[in-house]
Each structure stands twice: as structure tokens, then as C-alpha cells.
């Protein structure tokens, strides 16, 4: 995978040798990152981004954070899909909303977030924020076939849905 970076930021690492997904850091409070900011967000705390170097987001409240970072996969399909954070998410209440970048988006990444706790929340400039993994895709056709033809062979769980296994 290659990144490029469109802005100051942190390079996204692997916390360790063995982490399975690339931590995305929320980039330095310059003015290009606060009009991209104020682009996607709307009205936006700025004396509090330029002074105090964090955005404030009330319960419940999300964002659209520029992620600073561009990528481009090669060779296998792929598609570099978001994860909590765990500290983030367990500690801060932070959680990412809707994050999957198609292997043909060729603009900057966007870290979707939302306060899920009943507290105000900070998310500080240069610290981690959300962990991408970069996930193969399969390209099946799509067929449509009659609802009996879908399973033409009953399976052990049938059309059992939430909590059908439990029972066993």
C-alpha cells in the first residue's frame, strides 16, 4: 500500500510488529486542516483548535476528521475498512461511524467519529484515533435466482437468525 501525505500528519504505524491494523493519527491544527475542517463540518471551534490544540465534541455529536493521508492499493483487490481504536473507543466514547475506502478513491480519507458517551470528548491533535485494515474483496457476479433456488439444500440452522444457536 502506498500513503501520501496532503497535510501535516503523523505517518500511520502498527502499533506493534503483530497489530493487524495501521493506526490513523488526527493531523496538526494548521489553517489547511481547520478550512477542511470547517469544509466538511460546518462551523467549527477555532479558537479552541488554534489555542488549546482539540476539538470538542458533545454527547452524541460526530465528526468528519481529514485524515491527512491519501492511499493507493496494488495488485489484489482491497479495501482499507476502519476499526475502533479500543482505548479510544472503551476510554473516550469515540467510535467510528461508516469507514470503507475503495480501492478507486483516490482523495483524501476521512475519519467518520461519533461521542457515543454522555460526557464531552477531546480528540487532540498528532494522537491516534481510529485503526485501518486493509482487507481483500472478492468480485463475485451477482445473480438473480428465485427464492427457492437460494438454498436449494436445507441447511442445520435453516432460517434461524438472532439467537437461533444459542438453543444448541
Known sequence: MKIAKVREVRTPVRGTSQSAGLDFYCPTFNKSFIDKYIEMNGTAPIAEMENHRSITLSPHER???????????????????????????????LTKLAEVVDADYCGEVFINVVNTGNESVKIKENEKLIQFLLIPVFYDEIELVDEKDIHPKETERGDGSRGSTDKK
Not at 481529514?66 to 479500543?86: H, Q, T
Open 63 to 93: 465528526v468528519l476528521v481529514p485524515s491527512g493521508i491519501k492511499v493507493n492499493f496494488e495488485g489484489e483487490p482491497k479495501a482499507l475498512i476502519a476499526f475502533n481504536k479500543s482505548g479510544v473507543a472503551s476510554k473516550q466514547g
